[in-house]
């Protein structure tokens, strides 16, 4: 399966963005869960956001009430909208999946096999 994130682009702070992954070879729904991560320039990467086929979303405590995780099932895409964006959100976004993951383990990238290229996200201050 290949996943394909888009939407990035550059931003002013308080600007918003609509993140989209989309799934080619298979359909979401046979995924347990898909997330977003990001790697801001030196840093490690992170969680953001993940949405459980049963529509669990956890998020980021540093996104959460700014972001939003959804999918639209008819075109095989999750989407993360992104709004009131700051400039510490400025970071490359990841879609990941994961078939088989564990509801404890749906904040750790390591329980994800499937991940998209990357989309770069910047917000100017």
């Known amino acids: 399966v290949q996943l394909q994130a888009s939407g990035g682009g550059l931003v002013q702070t308080g600007g918003s963005l609509r993140l989209s992954c989309a799934a080619a070879?298979?359909?979401?729904?046979?995924?347990?869960?898909v997330a977003w991560f990001r790697q801001a320039p030196g840093k490690e990467r992170e969680f953001v956001a993940a949405?459980?086929?049963?529509?669990?979303?956890p998020y980021a405590d540093s996104v959460k009430g700014r972001f939003a995780i959804s999918r639209d099932n008819a075109k095989n895409t999750h989407y993360l909208q992104m709004n009131s964006l700051k400039p510490e959100d400025t970071a490359v976004y990841y879609c990941?999946?994961?078939?088989?993951?564990?509801?404890?383990?749906?904040?750790?990238?390591?329980?994800?096999?499937?991940w998209g290229q990357g989309t770069l996200v910047t917000v100017s201050s």
């Open positions: 990941a999946a994961s078939e088989t993951i564990i509801m404890s383990a749906l904040r750790s990238e390591r329980a994800y096999k499937h």
């Open positions: 070879g298979r359909t979401f729904n046979n995924y347990r869960a």
């Open positions: 949405m459980t086929r049963s529509g669990s979303t």
